[in-house]
């Protein structure tokens, strides 16, 4: 065995066996919400622990290597999404004592509204779920000579694990460890992109100021599109929220995700100072493997496999924490109501661990389908399914309690999902979020302004 996979295995092994012993003794609720015992670095960790993966990493180093500085839109509209999640919406919904988003709005609404926004959750999460496969095959490929089916499995094999060792409970307690080394890991690796640019000796390939430099290098609808998508996302998600419902009180639910806002958009800076120095000495590589390529080659083996092993942990816990918001959807918003004996306890755990199986066979298929795709994309078109099914209707019953009524809720979330996914066969140049957020936007004035409630709130 080489040194290389010799300690990235070793950094692997170190935080899963973490997870397992921080996870000892926990229960259902432990499995799922943390036991509501969460501080503000364990909130801060399952929440950036699911926001930062794969395409805050692999997905940025990717596209700064093919367009430059637009790769940030990721890091920072995630950034400015936690903010707004920890200044507005984190103490109304801790308080709530909810365990999902479609319960939250189930309670504000009735279970229409709730059915709509389960839909738009776990639809979006589903494509955020490929994208961290995307990201773990792109890892491995960069050092591994296997196929696709082969890259894809050992990511699923992890994902499941990194899972079924212990849940959210185990994702808070490592979550903090994780950002630490991913900072660590990133910053050592853009340092060396400087060293290396600087003592540079052959001809720098051109980087043209557009789109290379420019925020909006792949258009102004494109960018803001992209900040619109992370900043509704981050408020539409189940794993984000969960860190908000996971929290010991409402201020420490604030707090954890004001500290996430502030952690956040550095990494993307980071991201970009690797892929364009790749692109700007002339590095030819897959782009997706931009990342994994640049520290195969850039360090001792040694060294390399330590960072490289703090990336892979970085994919997987993301993929796993994902995962395991989509499955609590799952079981609590669709299948509770419907088999109330998976209400509790031990039956709810392994109902979502059965979830869990589902969805990541189905993730590893889609990326098997879709390699070579630009894995940014998948995160954003993610982000604008949740946002435009759920945001809107989230707003409403956060900061306008009691005036919008369940059935304009309902269909404010299933116009602006409609309208998201119907958009693009338009041809019109709008970005299809924009037009989804709009629709819903419309339908949630009209109901508030116009509307009578049908029953009140409970």
Same mark, same amino acid.
């Given at each position: 065995?080489?040194?290389?996979?010799?300690?990235?295995?070793?950094?692997?092994?170190?935080?899963?066996?973490?997870?397992?012993?921080?996870?000892?003794?926990?229960?259902?609720?432990?499995?799922?919400?943390?036991?509501?015992?969460?501080?503000?670095?364990?909130?801060?960790?399952?929440?950036?622990?699911?926001?930062?993966?794969?395409?805050?990493?692999?997905?940025?180093?990717?596209?700064?290597?093919?367009?430059?500085?637009?790769?940030?839109?990721?890091?920072?509209?995630?950034?400015?999404?936690?903010?707004?999640?920890?200044?507005? #919406?984190?103490?109304?919904?801790?308080?709530?004592?909810?365990?999902?988003?479609?319960?939250?709005?189930?309670?504000?609404?009735?279970?229409?509204?709730? =059915?709509?926004?389960?839909?738009?959750?776990?639809?979006?999460?589903?494509?955020?779920?490929?994208?961290?496969?995307?990201?773990?095959?792109?890892?491995?490929?960069?050092?591994?000579?296997?196929?696709?089916?082969? !890259?894809?499995?050992?990511?699923?094999?992890?994902?499941?694990?990194?899972?079924?060792?212990?849940?959210?409970?185990?994702?808070?307690?490592?979550?903090?460890?994780?950002?630490?080394?991913?900072?660590?890991?990133?910053?050592?690796?853009?340092?060396?992109?400087?060293?290396?640019?600087?003592? #540079?000796?052959?001809?720098?390939?051109?980087?043209?100021?557009?789109?290379?430099?420019?925020?909006?290098?792949?258009?102004?609808?494109?960018?803001?599109?992209?900040?619109?998508?992370?900043?509704?996302?981050?408020?539409?998600?189940?794993?984000?929220?969960?860190?908000?419902?996971?929290?010991?009180?409402?201020?420490?639910?604030?707090?954890?995700?004001?500290?996430?806002?502030?952690?956040?958009?550095?990494?993307?800076?980071?991201?970009?100072?690797?892929?364009?120095?790749?692109?700007?000495?002339?590095?030819?590589?897959?782009?997706?493997?931009?990342?994994?390529?640049?520290?195969?080659?850039?360090?001792?083996?040694?060294?390399?496999?330590?960072?490289?092993?703090?990336?892979?942990?970085?994919?997987?816990?993301?993929?796993?924490?994902?995962? =395991?918001?989509?499955?609590?959807?799952?079981?609590?918003?669709?299948?509770?109501?419907? #088999?109330?004996?998976?209400?509790?306890?031990?039956?709810?755990?392994?109902?979502?661990?059965?979830?869990?199986?589902?969805?990541?066979?189905?993730?590893?298929?889609?990326?098997?389908?879709?390699?070579?795709?630009?894995?940014?994309?998948?995160?954003?078109?993610?982000?604008?399914?949740?946002?435009?099914?759920?945001?809107?209707?989230?707003?409403?019953?956060?900061?306008?309690?009691?005036?919008?009524?369940?059935?304009?809720?309902?269909? !404010?979330?299933?116009?602006?999902?409609?309208?998201?996914?119907?958009?693009?066969?338009?041809?019109?140049?709008?970005?299809?979020?924009?037009?989804?957020?709009?629709?819903?936007?419309?339908?949630?004035?009209?109901?508030?302004?116009?509307?009578?409630?049908?029953?009140?709130?409970?």
């Amino acid at each position: 065995m080489s040194l290389f996979a010799a300690s990235s295995i070793f950094v692997t092994l170190v935080f899963i066996l973490v997870g397992i012993v921080s996870a000892r003794g926990s229960g259902a609720t432990d499995y799922s919400m943390a036991g509501r015992k969460s501080t503000v670095t364990g909130v801060s960790g399952i929440l950036l622990g699911s926001l930062v993966g794969g395409a805050s990493t692999v997905g940025t180093v990717q596209m700064a290597y093919q367009w430059g500085i637009s790769a940030w839109w990721f890091t920072l509209g995630g950034g400015i999404g936690c903010l707004v999640l920890g200044i507005w #919406f984190a103490v109304p919904l801790r308080r709530s004592g909810m365990e999902t988003i479609p319960g939250f709005l189930s309670l504000s609404y009735g279970p229409k509204a709730g =059915l709509v926004a389960v839909t738009a959750s776990a639809s979006g999460t589903f494509l955020s779920i490929v994208a961290q496969f995307l990201s773990g095959a792109g890892l491995l490929g960069g050092v591994v000579s296997a196929g696709p089916l082969v !890259s894809f499995s050992l990511v699923a094999i992890l994902v499941v694990s990194f899972i079924f060792l212990g849940g959210l409970r185990s994702f808070s307690s490592i979550g903090a460890g994780k950002i630490i080394l991913l900072y660590f890991t990133l910053s050592i690796c853009a340092a060396k992109a400087v060293l290396l640019l600087v003592s #540079f000796d052959g001809t720098p390939v051109s980087m043209p100021v557009q789109p290379f430099f420019s925020l909006f290098g792949q258009g102004i609808g494109n960018g803001l599109g992209s900040g619109a998508s992370l900043v509704t996302g981050v408020l539409c998600t189940q794993i984000y929220i969960q860190a908000v419902f996971s929290a010991s009180s409402p201020s420490t639910a604030r707090k954890g995700a004001i500290l996430s806002a502030i952690l956040m958009p550095p990494l993307g800076i980071l991201g970009m100072i690797i892929g364009m120095s790749m692109r700007r000495m002339g590095i030819v590589t897959e782009p997706a493997s931009a990342l994994s390529h640049f520290i195969a080659t850039g360090f001792h083996p040694l060294v390399g496999g330590v960072l490289w092993g703090g990336i892979l942990i970085t994919v997987i816990g993301t993929a796993a924490g994902l995962t =395991l918001g989509v499955a609590v959807n799952i079981v609590s918003d669709i299948l509770a109501p419907r #088999f109330p004996g998976l209400c509790g306890g031990n039956s709810s755990a392994t109902a979502t661990r059965c979830a869990v199986l589902a969805l990541i066979l189905a993730a590893g298929l889609a990326g098997i389908a879709g390699q070579g795709s630009m894995i940014l994309k998948w995160s954003y078109l993610s982000m604008g399914l949740r946002g435009s099914g759920i945001f809107f209707p989230l707003v409403a019953s956060v900061l306008f309690p009691g005036r919008l009524s369940p059935g304009m809720a309902a269909i !404010s979330g299933g116009a602006g999902l409609l309208a998201t996914i119907m958009w693009p066969l338009s041809g019109l140049p709008l970005e299809p979020l924009f037009a989804g957020l709009s629709v819903s936007a419309a339908v949630v004035f009209l109901g508030i302004r116009y509307g009578r409630r049908e029953h009140p709130l409970p």
